[in-house]
């Protein structure tokens, strides 16, 4: 089945020690999305890539950096992750920007000690 | 930013009732997706709507998309244990931004 998958679906890290979560996608979708998610909240943002081009959210911090080297695979990069940084991080694609359903992976849920 | 307003924020139901839950925004939305978020997971697509007035069911769930484009409701009917969690709207505007909004979900209970 085709589907959105991420690893690893729990990361711990340290204070200050930077981290990198994955996604891969067997969709073919041109667009993928990095979210984070906070107990009992929506999804929130952080950016996505259409084909190759990133759109970064204004509000999402300098610390979160994204990298999509293929269509396949796409990078969420926390340069120094803060205690404030623990939550779940969510990855999703769709066909395409435009009133396009979005495909939600499974997540992983990062604790920084 | 742009909010849509969902609810209940809970529901607390025994097993067999029917369940209903909606949202609303301040602006006209092209598209309302429903989904359902299980405790450490991500959430799954249950319904997708496009047009004004088009109902659509996927099982026992039904979704509607407000004649206005401003609101969208979901209903469970005949609710078991495994409809139990989290389940979210969200929207695409019809201004253009190149992203979902979501509301703020609605916490499902079931007591058996």
């Known amino acids: 089945d085709a589907m959105v998958i991420q690893n690893p679906r729990y990361q711990v890290t340290q204070f200050g020690k930077p981290v990198t979560l994955s996604c891969s996608q067997t969709l073919n979708h041109n667009v993928m999305y990095w979210y984070q998610q906070k107990s009992s909240q929506a999804p929130k943002l952080l950016f996505h890539y259409y084909d190759k081009d990133f759109n970064n959210e204004a509000d999402t911090p300098d610390n979160f950096q994204s990298r999509r080297p293929n269509t396949s695979f796409c990078f969420l990069d926390i340069r120094s992750p803060g205690l404030g940084d623990a939550a779940m991080y969510l990855c999703?694609?769709?066909?395409?920007?435009?009133?396009?359903?979005?495909?939600f992976g499974p997540g992983t849920r990062l604790t920084v000690t | 930013g742009q909010q849509l307003n969902q609810s209940p924020q809970s529901m607390f139901i025994q097993e067999g009732e029917d369940v209903s839950m909606n949202c609303t925004s301040s602006?006209?939305?092209?598209?309302w997706l429903w989904y359902k978020q299980d405790p450490g997971e991500g959430p799954v697509l249950l319904i997708a709507l496009y047009k004004a007035g088009e109902l659509t069911s996927n099982g026992r769930l039904t979704a509607q998309f407000g004649i206005t484009r401003k609101d969208s409701f979901l209903n469970i009917s005949a609710s078991i244990p495994s409809d139990v969690g989290i389940y979210f709207c969200?929207?695409?505007?019809?201004?253009?931004?190149?992203?979902?909004?979501f509301g703020q979900g609605t916490r499902l209970t079931i007591n058996p």
């Open positions: 969200a929207g695409q505007d019809s201004q253009g931004a190149q992203k979902l909004v």
């Open positions: 602006s006209i939305f092209n598209t």
């Open positions: 999703a694609t769709s066909r395409d920007l435009w009133g396009r359903e979005q495909y």
